[in-house]
């Protein structure tokens, strides 16, 4: 039964020698190439390719990038090692100590926060099931470099500090 109307069966059509040898193809690729070539030299500001690293492209303000802890307004940190971030994470890159506060009013504190850059896969589910308000995403790092593995793993007070370039 055909569908839509479609042969059941489809014919091709044997290529000949000129085709067979490719020649017209590489031909015809090469014209292509080179048209947008000379369109592109003759036209650089239309051209979606920047600059990188001289031209960066603005991201919108929802993109999630490297992580920071928020502080109160007395500057201590606003983690209350509750782990909820720590169970959420889908990439397992969260590891929190928790502590007693000295002040009663508040239960705990994170003794040690750490994340493992080279295993989140930045999907954010930490920030939104944080009760306080204490990790976000937004500090629109995404140039992320080290030269160990070991860098990669951000403590407490790099996440307190976080700068606004990549560098671990
Ligand atoms: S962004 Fe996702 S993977 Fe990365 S630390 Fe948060 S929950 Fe884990
Ligand atoms: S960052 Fe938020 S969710 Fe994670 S342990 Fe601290 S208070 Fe809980």
Redesign the pocket.
């Given at each position: 039964m055909s569908y839509k109307g479609l042969p059941d069966v489809v014919t091709t059509r044997r290529r000949n020698l000129l085709e067979s040898a490719y020649f017209t193809e590489i031909a015809r690729g090469l014209a292509v190439t080179g048209r947008h070539l000379i369109r592109n030299l003759f036209n650089t500001d239309k051209m979606p390719t920047v600059q990188y690293p001289d031209q960066k492209r603005d991201y919108g303000p929802r993109f999630?990038g490297r992580?920071r802890l928020t502080q109160r307004e007395d500057g201590s940190p606003r983690c209350v090692a509750c782990m909820m971030?720590?169970t959420?994470?889908?990439?397992?890159?969260?590891e929190i100590i928790a502590g007693e506060h000295p002040d009663p009013t508040i239960e705990k504190y994170s003794k040690e926060f750490n994340?493992d850059?080279l295993?989140?896969?930045?999907?954010?589910?930490?920030?939104e099931?944080c009760p306080c308000d204490a990790?976000r995403?937004d500090t629109g790092i995404y140039e992320i470099a080290a030269e160990t593995r070991e860098a990669f793993v951000v403590n407490k007070d790099f996440l307190l500090n976080n700068d606004k370039d990549g560098t671990l």
């Open positions: 999630r992580h971030c720590s959420v994470c889908p990439a397992d890159c969260i994340i850059l295993r989140c896969v930045y999907c954010g589910l930490c920030e099931a990790i995403m």
